[in-house]
């Protein structure tokens, strides 16, 4: 239970409620047709996902391409400017141009290429960001860094806020975690995209991480117009969506449990105050248990 007054904890996790109900339950060791049609549901899960996840880049594209284009324009202007500058050199070295010149025109010279190298960087760094997000070896499970899948996300979201969203990190000192990589990055990209198309005009977004003995923690929270009481039940079904038509696709929310508590065996919970904002807190543990005896 939360403190008094504290706006009512939307929880789901594998320990039980109506809404976390694993069909493996219902299944347990059942028929060999039972279990062809749960490997059936798994593989149709796995293909929802990597179709979600398509869904979610398309509509990064937008923002991507802006982002690589206004420093490619930046580099493309100064290339000329320093093409000219060059010209100019030579013309100064070879008749009778003064010194001074000559050191204005370098000074120039160096300068824009300073702004190129800095413009160069931002591309790559959005460019690493993308692949790492679409990684096929980043399906299986295997260790990684929680705090780096983070930072790659948030460069990635980065175009949804447009400099408007303020994003402040703190990083926690974690261990390397077992956890499928490539399906984390969609949880908290799809948590991070939610926290951004939340926010109405200028706003903040806090990412904070840390541990304890078995879990790694995530809370990603917002100052967004918050979830009204009467969404708060069906915030996690397949299929619902507070967004307009062709933004919200009612999968993300829906997948992200999935993955956190089904894939992981962790839990995802929210806080939501309409007017203040939204804090979803993710739960992985920091080694993964042994696939139950069949």
């Known amino acids: 239970m939360g403190p008094a007054g504290a706006p009512p904890r939307q929880a789901y996790n594998r320990r039980g409620g109506a809404a976390m109900t694993d069909e493996r339950s219902a299944v347990g060791a059942g028929t060999p047709e039972l279990e062809q049609l749960r490997q059936e549901l798994e593989t149709t899960r796995r293909k929802l996902a990597e179709a979600y996840k398509m869904v979610s880049i398309g509509r990064l594209v937008t923002g ?11 580099i493309l202007s100064n290339n000329e400017v320093t093409l000219r500058c060059l010209a100019q050199m030579k013309k100064l070295l070879a008749g009778s141009g003064a ?6 025109i370098l000074e120039t010279a160096a300068s824009l290429a300073a702004v190129d190298k800095i413009a160069c960087e931002r591309i790559s760094s959005v460019v690493r960001s993308l692949k790492t997000f679409a990684r096929v070896d980043e399906g299986d499970l295997r260790q990684a860094d929680l705090n780096e899948i983070l930072r790659n996300t ?51 977004v806090r990412v904070r991480t840390w541990r304890d003995d078995a879990c790694a923690h995530v809370t990603i929270a917002d100052t967004g117009h918050g979830i009204k009481p009467e969404d708060r039940e069906r915030i996690f079904a397949t299929g619902f969506s507070t967004k307009p038509l062709g ?16 894939a992981h065996h962790g839990e995802i919970e929210f806080q939501s105050e309409v007017g203040v904002g ?10 993964q248990r042994e696939p139950a005896a069949e």
């Open 99 to 104: 010194p001074e010149r000559v050191h204005e």
């Open 154 to 204: 948030i460069k990635l979201s980065d175009c949804e806020f447009r400099r408007r969203v303020q994003v402040h990190t703190e990083f926690g000192d974690l261990p390397a975690i077992e956890c499928y990589p490539q399906l984390l990055n969609q949880v908290f990209l799809n948590l991070l995209v939610n926290a951004g198309q939340s926010i109405e005009g200028e706003g903040e």
């Open 247 to 262: 933004i919200g696709t009612g999968l993300g929310l829906a997948m992200s449990r999935e993955i956190v508590v089904d």
């Open 64 to 74: 991507i391409i802006h982002e690589i284009n206004t420093p490619i324009g930046s």
């Open 278 to 287: 939204t804090t979803f807190h993710v739960r992985i543990p920091i080694r």
